[in-house]
């Protein structure tokens, strides 16, 4: 049996609570709001760009990466959507080789405010109306049906998935699974593509059945061939974090032999990453042969040793975008 039966929807029911209600939203923060994905040279980088709309984030997942980085425990937003789009307009303009992918999820859950906030309609209906680019929305948070009536190809919705047990443990501010996955059906079905992240990937006990399970679930719900891109990620953080791991005896995320990489963060030691992303790696590929896969913030010996891949530095990464873009889009970009 699949994770997800009647107990997993049970225990998800906690991520039924509305976020907004806990959020102290201020305006605005200042600054570029278009930003490059914070890669290192040690890792091969996709050449994504970060859209800061929000900063701060009321979902409060224990790894989160914003406990080690914003001092402020409230919501700042950028409500200035002409500035904005400009923006976004100068980048699309400046890039002469690839299709430039966006997304809103850095700082903050994509959808987990945009209800009350409306953030992502016009920013959404820019791409639909520039046809050259991709917005994509990243979310822990699912709730799509008050932007049903903009969303278009040039979007891609997107969650961050985990077993529910995880996110029972780590992630109980979100929703549940079933809820995740149950969206991202009505978005294939609205004609939007849709992406997965399994990031991060968290070794505990048992975790390598309830990955099974989950991919087995994925592969009922949603239509593989319409899933643009899978992105895995296993755990990383920064000292901070560990600091407050031990003081809140985060078991589940201490689980495993961690070593500090060249990037500064704590990480699974290599040959634990290489076994990991192979196990979860192939059972994606045997739902979906042609499922383009990638790896977050990983190095490019990983990449040779788990997809058999020469991906030496963003250049190529990038590459392999545009020719995924290009499969799923055609003369549509």
């Excluded at 224990?62 to 406990?67: A, F, G, T, V």
């Excluded at 809140?248 to 290599?270: A, P, Q, T, W």
Aim: glycine share 8%; proline share 3%.
């Amino acid at each position: 049996m699949g994770i997800l039966n009647s107990r997993s929807r049970e225990a998800g029911k906690q991520g039924s609570v509305t976020p907004s209600s806990r959020a102290q939203v201020a305006s605005h923060f200042g600054g570029r709001v278009v930003r490059d994905c914070p890669g290192t040279r040690n890792h091969v980088c996709c050449g994504y760009k970060n859209i800061d709309l929000i900063e701060g984030c009321v979902l409060s997942c224990s790894y989160c990466i914003l406990r080690g980085y914003l001092n402020s425990p409230g919501i700042t937003i950028r409500r200035d959507i002409d500035a904005i789009t400009a923006e976004i307009e100068r980048a699309v303009e400046s890039e002469k080789v690839h299709v430039l992918r966006f997304g809103t999820g850095e700082l903050s859950d994509s959808l987990a405010l945009d209800r009350n906030l409306g953030l992502n309609r016009p920013i959404i209906e820019f791409f639909g109306d520039r046809k050259s680019a991709l917005l994509e929305l990243k979310s822990k948070w699912a709730s799509i049906d008050h932007l049903r009536s903009c969303l278009n190809p040039y979007t891609v919705v997107s969650f961050s998935i985990a077993p529910q047990r995880m996110i029972d443990r780590e992630e109980k501010r979100t929703s549940p699974l079933y809820k995740r996955l149950k969206v991202l059906r009505a978005a294939q079905e609205l004609g939007c593509f849709v992406g997965i992240h399994l990031d991060p990937i968290i070794i505990y006990e048992g975790f390598e059945t309830d990955y099974r399970y989950l991919i087995e679930d994925l592969a009922k719900i949603l239509d593989p061939k319409k899933i643009i891109w899978v992105s895995l990620g296993l755990l990383r953080f920064v000292p901070a974090l560990m600091k407050i791991f031990l003081e809140e005896k985060r078991k589940n995320l201490l689980h495993g032999e961690f070593v500090i990489g060249e990037d500064g963060k704590y990480r699974y030691i290599k040959a634990e990453r290489i076994r990991v992303y192979r196990m979860i790696y192939e059972l994606l590929k045997e739902k979906e042969e042609n499922l383009f896969v990638y790896f977050c913030m990983e190095r490019s010996d990983i990449w040779k040793q788990v997809a058999g891949l020469e991906v030496r530095n963003s250049e190529e990464l990038n590459g392999l975008f545009d020719k995924r873009i290009g499969q799923f889009y055609g003369k549509l970009m």
